[in-house]
């Protein structure tokens, strides 16, 4: 049963799909959207499972990041799924109470959407899968993508022959990973919502635009000749979108390649308090320190300290734009001195989400968990701040 | 202690010196510092020397300096503290001659820059200086760490872009006089305003360039003084300072509290005051920072600098000239070099020898802040034994 969905978009591109941040990739748009569907209470999480054909790393990990950006223990069972939108919707369909299920796409229209499963919701149930082969597109192991280009043997061999085979659809109220026009041509639906990305997470935002309407119905996923078909109970979900309006990708100079090798050590280090955001408090004075040091930036106490959890929201303290080209990061870039909540700690960090130079000092906003780097192939995540804006809207 | 005096100064031109690598620079600095010396100087006199380098270039830095110049006989130390290693480096001779340990020692600094890339040195740099877990991803390149306290300083005073582009034009026009300094030309304030922007708020013409050098002094305990001139400048008080390293730990941007520390410690040890000073060489590596400085070294009161450029005050010819060579600005700033060509320029000062000499002058500050902005060293000389 769902008991909430949260729903992300990255605010550049357009009304026809949304691109991703250059510190944005699948993990830290689940996260944004896991953070969603976290955002009320509910059943404990015992289980997260990431669906996209577009992970990061295929070894190494990015359960770990995951896990932290979600502020989840570590002892979360955490399942990576290569999968289209069909593998989402039956990843939601099989969930037992306790699964946080996330889809995120890059290309196809960048976002993500999760859905918390539990004892409480209306409930998902598989109407039937058809698995059938029509490789218009392949992707192989290193990630090359090669494309057969052909939409129309695509529709009629692949498609429109599996959705025979599934049986009676129904009154598809939803269909995920097909342009609308398709999809109300091949199910003969009308008034399908559009939804924003045709990959996996498009499974899990055709679920938040059936739920918002409380009614219920047919769900259709696709992904080339694969079909999935799940029926949605009615009742109401508390959905939560970070959707901000789109807006145009600011032009940004590449700079040079250019690589400082990440030290592991200092990764593992920082791992912890940078990605889950958490400040020791000295157990002498209270004075917090971020990061963590060995002795008390007031009172010199080498005691033993206490974690805190920090603040998100944020004041710009100062701020510079970086113009100059950069090996290896596009300009121009801001970084930013931002204030935590009432916590007295400052943290530097880049400006994510808005155009650099957009920002000035006094300006408010939020910390968010993104990208910081790639060194040596290790993606670097921590936080970014991003400017005070229509966010987290319930429906 | 024994007093300290400077007898000898000498030093590269500052700039893009690609035909020239760090063993060819060093001994033509610490050649010309011997050759001043006013009754002449044999090497074989030198019995220690410190070598201020930021980032060694061709190798073993202490072994560069006691190999290129002929000292392989004495002890050579490489000394390192970010932005400020000139006059630190200066410090330390001063504290090995004072302390009785040695009579005459020499200070050498130099760095070259211009040995990597444009495009890269800054990031090359970056890897070294910051923290690789922290700040380091962050692309918080050289000109960002200043761009930050500039930026909340210009937000809390009254001063603006038009300010820090007044200290421009001024280092500028000084550095017309300087032969050897590397941006020999006027600007405008309006050129600095409409130039490319770099790292905001600092345009092209608000920042030092990417400089090669090499600079020497020669310090000798007042002992052995008449053997080499009758007009010595005494090394009346040195300083160091420091402060937190990341910036989310520096409690107010709009000041470098390395500066004001290393400050009081030296015009404690020459017992006197900012309103004494009548020249100063300060870091000015991008214009605000100039303003920044003048509050931290007590030549105007907490957001007033913009009052004192403004009135060309610190212009040669004003109350307190700041930065007769140049600066950092217009001369250069080869990191390791620049503290102690900055007391080159006031050795000159001290003993009317100056290209734009300022009239009469008896006290002379040189400081340095780096590091990034957790580090300054100061240097206060005098014509004033005692």
């Not at chain 1, 091949?186 to 409380?214: H, K, R």
């Not at chain 1, 030290?263 to 004075?285: N, P």
């Not at chain 2, 092209?204 to 020669?218: E, H, I, M, N, R």
């Amino acid at each position: 049963m769902i008991e909430a969905i949260g729903t992300y978009l990255p605010v550049w591109g357009s009304a026809t799909g949304r691109v991703p941040g250059e510190d944005e990739d699948v993990v830290t748009m689940a996260v944004a959207a896991g953070r969603g569907a976290l955002a009320d209470p509910g059943t404990p999480v015992d289980t997260v499972v990431l669906i996209s054909r577009e992970l990061p790393l295929l070894e190494g990990g990015n359960g770990a990041p995951l896990l932290a950006g979600l502020d989840l223990e570590l002892t979360v069972d955490v399942r990576e799924e290569i999968g289209g939108a069909p593998a989402a919707l039956e990843a939601v369909t099989n969930a037992r109470p306790g699964t946080l299920v996330i889809a995120a796409d890059v290309q196809g229209g960048a976002g993500a959407a999760a859905v918390r499963c539990g004892s409480a919701g209306p409930a998902v149930g598989s109407l039937g899968r058809v698995t059938r082969s029509l490789p218009v597109v392949t992707r192989d192991a290193s990630g090359t993508v090669t494309e057969y280009a052909d939409p129309r043997l695509l529709r009629e061999r692949g498609v429109r022959r599996s959705l025979e085979r599934l049986g009676p659809l129904g009154s598809v109220v939803a269909v995920a990973g097909l342009a609308r026009r398709d999809a109300e041509q091949l199910t003969g639906a009308e008034g399908l919502p559009a939804l924003p990305t045709t990959g996996a997470s498009a499974a899990l935002f055709a679920l938040a635009e059936v739920a918002e309407g409380a009614a219920g119905g047919p769900v259709l996923a696709v992904e080339q000749a694969t079909v999935a078909l799940v029926e949605l109970g009615p009742g109401p979900v508390a959905v939560h979108r970070d959707e901000a309006p789109p807006r145009s990708q600011p032009v940004t100079r590449p700079g040079a390649h250019a690589d400082i090798a990440v030290s592991l050590a200092a990764y593992d280090r920082a791992f912890d308090a940078k990605l889950r955001l958490v400040a020791e408090r000295c157990t002498t004075c209270g004075t917090l320190a971020y990061p963590a040091r060995f002795r008390c930036l007031t009172c010199g106490s080498e005691a033993e300290t206490a974690p805190v959890a920090l603040p998100r929201d944020a004041v710009v303290y100062t701020v510079a734009t970086i113009h100059v080209p950069v090996p290896g990061l596009s300009t121009p870039y801001t970084v930013i001195l931002a204030e935590l909540g009432d916590s007295a700690v400052r943290l530097l960090v880049r400006l994510t989400g808005a155009e650099a130079g957009s920002v000035g000092i006094g300006d408010r906003g939020r910390l968010v968990f993104r990208r910081v780097a790639v060194r040596t192939g290790v993606p670097d995540y921590g936080y970014a701040f991003t400017p005070e804006g229509p966010a987290e809207v319930a429906a | 202690m024994r007093r300290v005096a400077m007898v000898g100064a000498g030093m590269t031109p500052f700039g893009e010196l690609f035909g020239l690598g760090i063993k060819d620079m060093v001994p033509m600095a610490v050649g010309e510092a011997v050759a001043s010396v006013d009754r002449g100087l044999d090497r074989s006199d030198i019995e220690a020397a410190w070598f201020g380098e930021l980032v060694p270039s061709d190798g073993f830095a202490s072994g560069i300096l006691a190999d290129s110049c002929g000292l392989l006989d004495i002890p050579v130390s490489r000394l390192e503290n970010a932005c400020a290693t000139g006059n630190d480096a200066v410090r330390h001779g001063t504290m090995a001659v004072a302390s009785g340990m040695y009579d005459v020692v020499l200070v050498a600094g130099a760095d070259k820059v211009r040995e990597t890339s444009a495009r890269t040195t800054f990031w090359d740099w970056m890897g070294m200086t910051r923290d690789m877990a922290w700040d380091f991803p962050l692309g918080l390149v050289a000109p960002a760490n200043f761009a930050l306290h500039v930026s909340r300083y210009l937000y809390e005073s009254p001063a603006t872009r038009e300010h820090m582009a007044l200290v421009a034009v001024k280092n500028h026009h000084h550095g017309v006089s300087n032969p050897k300094a590397q941006l020999r030309f006027e600007i405008t304030v309006d050129q600095v305003l409409t130039a490319p922007m770099v790292v905001e708020p600092f345009g092209l013409y608000d920042c030092t360039p990417q400089s090669d050098g090499a600079a020497a002094v020669l310090l000798v305990a007042e002992d052995v003084v008449d053997r080499y001139t009758d007009r010595p400048v005494w090394v009346r008080g040195v300083g160091l300072g420091l402060d937190r390293v990341m910036h989310a730990h520096k409690p107010d941007m709009t000041s470098f509290p390395p500066t004001i520390k290393a400050a009081r410690q030296a015009y404690a040890m020459a017992g006197i005051g900012p309103a004494d000073i009548d020249v100063a060489e300060v870091h000015d590596c991008f214009s605000g920072v100039e303003l920044i400085n003048y509050e931290d070294l007590g030549f105007c009161d907490r957001f007033e600098a913009y009052k004192l450029i403004e009135a060309g005050e610190t212009a040669v010819g004003g109350r307190i000239p700041v930065n007769p060579s140049g600066g950092l600005k217009a001369k250069g700033h080869p990191p390791g070099a620049t503290g102690i060509a900055q007391c080159y320029e006031l050795f000159a000062q001290l003993r009317g020898e100056a290209n734009l000499q300022v009239d009469g002058a008896r006290w002379a500050l040189a400081h340095n802040v780096g590091g990034p902005t957790a580090v300054s060293a100061i240097t206060i000389l005098s014509t004033e034994r005692a």
